[in-house]
């Protein structure tokens, strides 16, 4: 302390002494000319504060934030107030330990922020279809695994219902309705299903692999008629995001972070993402979108053509949006009411919101926050340029002509 004061005085007197150079910003002589920023505080973030018992997230994040208005990481170091409730390495990666509550704290410099979690035990895993609330049309959830793929507990750890929770929070607010989900004592019941085939053996189905899911999801649950199935596959399909058959009633999602998207299932309870895009892309296909009546829609697919921001858009011309919205003219496939042209919003699967207030379409809905690059949909349903340059040849009996 006492050298700084007399540090200020004795630089003056040197540039006095030096002269010629007028009266510039004096320089401290073995200091770096450039005056570096100073750091003026630190926050830490996560994506969500709570966790599950064994579940790895994060790693949490440290910003310092600067006096110049920048922000940028820091290695922090961090600590836990419980380490037998969440676990935190150095890399500011935590690992839920036990059922408790525990603060993570960051410190750098003369800095510090923390952050308070929740650890929750995780769901009981379900490999059948629990006990059902309702009767009826009803869409029954499922997580689905390659034989040899790593088990990622989207189920177990609650990344399905949240992603579920984010899919009716948006419909809510954009359509006024809400998804009739099969649920079992009041929770999403969500199917966990080890399939027989491993991910390359999938991926090697090409579209094939479709009619696998269904066979699989057929032989599990039966298909009952009123049911519809959701089915986040922990594989990739090439770089597609999903599929569906409207004749088993099956939506599709390939969640994988080299095909689709590295973006989270339900990483947010209240902003549906890519995966909840996709997933409601899928089971608008479900449900008949979009039908050849509807005047936007392409030749070509079951898509529309000419909405570029309309979450069953297929087409070229796309170029950043990121507002997705549901027919928003309500003219093609959702909520037309035509009576000559199949409406996806007129089915069982779906019920009225309920307390939430219904808004004109297009204003103030919570919609997806979806990266760029992951739009539109790359949808199963959409014809592959490179096959289609090849002679169609449908499905015969006759051997090829070896
Ligand atoms: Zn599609």
Not at 173 to 187: I, K
Not at 201 to 208: C, F, H, L, S, T
Not at 367 to 385: F, K, N, Q, Y
Request: aromatic share 6%; net charge negative; proline share 8%.
């Amino acid at each position: 302390m006492t050298r700084n004061r007399w540090a200020a005085p004795l630089m003056l007197l040197g540039l006095a002494c030096g002269g010629g150079e007028g009266n510039q910003t004096p320089v401290t002589p073995g200091a770096p000319r450039v005056s570096a920023k100073e750091l003026r505080g630190l926050e830490v973030t996560l994506a969500r504060n709570d966790l599950r018992v064994g579940q790895a997230t994060g790693p949490a994040l440290a910003y310092g934030r600067y006096d110049d208005g920048t922000t940028g990481v820091v290695e922090a170091a961090w600590t836990s107030s419980d380490p037998s409730v969440v676990e935190v390495a150095e890399d500011g990666t935590l690992t839920g330990v036990a059922v408790g509550r525990a603060t993570v704290s960051a410190s750098f410099e003369e800095f510090g922020d923390s952050l308070d979690l929740e650890v929750l035990a995780p769901n009981p895993r379900h490999d059948r279809d629990q006990p059902d609330d309702l009767s009826g049309p009803q869409i029954h959830v499922v997580y689905a695994l390659p034989g040899d793929a790593e088990d990622g507990n989207l189920d177990r750890y609650g990344d399905v219902e949240r992603s579920f929770d984010a899919i009716q929070h948006w419909l809510e607010g954009e359509t006024g309705q809400r998804l009739r989900l099969d649920t079992a004592g009041g929770r999403l019941d969500v199917t966990f299903l080890r399939l027989s085939f491993t991910a390359p053996e999938g991926e090697e189905r090409g579209d094939a692999l479709l009619q696998d899911l269904e066979g699989a999801i057929r032989g599990s649950f039966g298909g009952l008629p009123d049911r519809a199935y959701a089915v986040y596959y922990a594989g990739r399909s090439g770089d597609l995001c999903g599929t569906a058959s409207a004749e088993g009633r099956i939506a599709v999602a390939f969640v994988h972070p080299e095909g689709c998207s590295p973006r989270a299932v339900g990483a947010d309870r209240e902003t549906a993402s890519t995966y909840e895009a996709v997933m409601v892309h899928q089971l608008l296909h479900v449900f008949g979108a979009v039908p050849e009546c509807a005047s936007d829609r392409l030749e070509t697919s079951a898509h529309v053509g000419t909405s570029a921001g309309d979450l069953m858009y297929a087409g070229p011309e796309w170029s950043g949006h990121d507002e997705v919205v549901i027919d928003a003219g309500r003219d093609d496939y959702f909520g037309h009411g035509r009576p000559d042209c199949s409406d996806t919003a007129a089915n069982g699967f779906w019920e009225p919101a309920g307390a939430a207030e219904p808004r004109p379409p297009g204003a103030g809905a919570p919609r997806p926050a979806i990266p760029s690059e992951d739009w539109p949909v790359r949808c199963g349903l959409l014809p592959r340029p490179a096959e289609t340059d090849e002679p169609d040849t449908p499905e015969e009996p006759a051997a090829k002509p070896s």
